[in-house]
Structures are given as structure tokens and as C-alpha cells.
């Protein structure tokens, strides 16, 4: 474990399995963690729970008390690709920006479902979320920072693009490929069914030679 894990910090995003029930501030209270807003997203086979400790925690007594959830409450940790189950950060920075939890958390924000101490997350500054969720003032920006999120966003546009036009070459290969199938299916039934008439026509022949 690495000292930046056992350091105290203030805000930790949870990952989860989807089948486990919500993470609540009610059930970290429980284990004297006392968070000031709490939102957690289901997002098909994860969950993903983002809470602010003012106090701040240390990873070392978050684990202990996931652990002890994990016996009380079924929830049963998840880890994605780069990043821990329980992320921390010091504050609502750029590295927390960064995290596909949070990143899906912003995006469907509608959905998720909200407690806080604070107030609306969308008007009290002083929440975690209010800077991820609040409109840019793009007036505010330089040019040269203009500029470069301008290229930034067109090439996730058209990297989004490629993405989509492949998932749906892959989708007409799959579509061909089980029609292919089907055709070779309907075939076979064709084969049994013409057998089967055969076998039942010698059938009938023979039972009557027999009689």
C-alpha cells in the first residue's frame, strides 16, 4: 500500500456491484464515517457511489468499514480498469474529473440518486459536484484555451464516430452471420422433414406387406 493510499482524504468515489444495494450515508455512519452528500449510479453491471468526508478518511479505515458492509450488507467491491474501488482525492479536481465513475455520474446526473447536507448540488458551491455540473462561462476563457478544447471535443466527436460506425459494421457482420444460420437451419428442418416423410411412407409400405 503506498503512502498517497494512506493519506487522509476528503471525497471517495466507491465502485460496486450492481446487485449490491446502495451505498447510503446512514450505512457509513454507521461505522462513525460521517459524509455530507452522497450520490450514487447504477450503470449496468456496477454502481458507483461518490461521497464527501469533511473530516477526511484514510483508504486503510474506509476498506475496514467495506468490509464490514460486505457481512452486513452484501456490498461486494468492484475494480475497473486503472483504478482502485475506492478512489480518493483531496478535493473535486482534475485527477477526480478523470474517473470513469465520476464521468458517468455527471453524465447522467438526472438519474442519480442524491442526499446531501448542502443543498442542490446545481446552485450550492460548495458542493463536490457543482463545478462538474455547472455550465462553462466560456467567456471567461482565452483563445488559445478556446482553441484547444475546441480540438479536444472534435477529436472525441470523431473518435466517438469511428467507435459507433465500427459497432455497427460489427452488428451487420453478426445480423449476416445469424441469417446465415437461420438459412442453414430452415435447411436442415427442410432435410428432417422430407426424412421423416420418407421413413413414415417405407413404414406404412411395410406394415402393409406385413398385414
Known sequence: MTSKQTN???IWLITYGASSPNITHNMLEKE???ADECYTLEQR????????IPTRVRWEYLDKCLKILKESSNIILQNITGYDSLSGFYGPNEELAEHPGLKLIVHHFQGVHKWSKTGDAHVNKMSIMWKFITPVDLSTW?????????????EELSDNKRKLQAAESEIQVLEAEL?????ENDRHQKRIKTLQDKIAAITALY?????
Open 32 to 34: 462513525n464515517i460521517i
Open 8 to 10: 487522509p482524504k476528503r
Open 45 to 52: 453491471d456496477l454502481k458507483y457511489t461518490l461521497v464527501n
Open 179 to 183: 441469417n446465415a444460420k437461420q438459412s
Open 142 to 154: 482565452a483563445k488559445p484555451k478556446l482553441v484547444a478544447t475546441l480540438k479536444e471535443k472534435t
Open 207 to 211: 406394415n402393409a406387406a406385413s398385414s
